[in-house]
Structures are given as C-alpha cells and as structure tokens.
C-alpha cells in the first residue's frame, strides 16, 4: 500500500466508533494509531470522567490541546481523537496541518444507543437527558466536524471495516476539500 506521510485523523462525536474504525486501519495500513484520549487518561493517571470531575473541563481542554499539538508533529499515524477535539481552533489547525481529518458523521440517535452503557464518558451538559444531550451535542459541533474535515465518512450502518476501507481508499486518492 503506497499512502502519503500524512497523518490520517478521525474526528467525530462519542460512539462514532473512531476507536474501532482507527484499530481496523491501523490493521489495513501497518501504522500506529494513538488515541488522544487514552494519552490522556496516560498522563493524568484517571479517567476522564474523574479528571473532568476533580479539575473541570477547561483543565481537560488544555490537556487535549497540548496532546493534539504534540502528536500531529508526527508522520504516518492514525490519530483518534476525542469527540471534543474540534471545539479549539488550535486543535483543529494543527490535525490538519498534519494529516488528512476524516469526520466519522452518525446521527444523534445511533450514536447514543451505542454508547448507553459507558459509564467513562462524563456528562457534557449535566443538565439534559442522555439523549437529548447526545443529540444536542451533535447539533451543535455539526459545523465543526463539517468545517475540519477534508471528507465525510457515514458510519450509520458500516462497520468499522467498511469504514476503514472507505478512508484508506480516499486516503490513497489524496482527495483534499477545498
């Protein structure tokens, strides 16, 4: 397989299956894939649930900044971010400055169904019903997925598989947005 240098990046809301499609990737490609999230967890020592609890999302933020910062310096990864990654401009300039960011788009509701039962992922809101959360998440950062990403990859009824395939075969065609 002959793939630019270029990072490849996922971006996209909690349960978009990032994990799963940057693992089969990896798979297909021979690269690494680096979670910024479990880099997190790494250096803080917690979760992130009990992170944001003890020092506040801001800390949180400021910690993926400086994560995302450092790993999009690197060539040939895959990178998995987390679902917020997008909400720092800095974050956003840096991922695609070094990679290719494909946004991994669901709609609210699938997306919620599949991360019911996680008990790791704190609350964004604190205030809404799961659902109507995850859905008013997903509202909201829509045009910041959109404006990231260089493609779209809906992942509604793929698998990760099909999800891996369909990046590596854009990835390979170098296909840039506009």
Known sequence: MNLPSRNIVLIGARGSGKSAVARELSR???RSAYSTDEEIVRRSGCSIADFVAAKGWDAFRDLESGVVREISTRDSLIIDTGGGAILRQENVDALRAGGHVFWLRAPGAVLADRIKD??????????????DEIEDVVAARTPLYTAAAH????????????????????????????
């Open 151 to 178: 493609d779209i990859i809906d992942v509604e009824s793929a698998t990760p598989f099909q999800s891996a395939e369909s990046i590596v075969e854009l990835f390979e065609r170098g296909i840039e947005k506009t």
């Open 118 to 131: 996680d008990t790791q992922r704190p609350s964004l809101t604190g205030s809404k019903s799961f659902v």
């Open 28 to 30: 297909l490609t021979g």
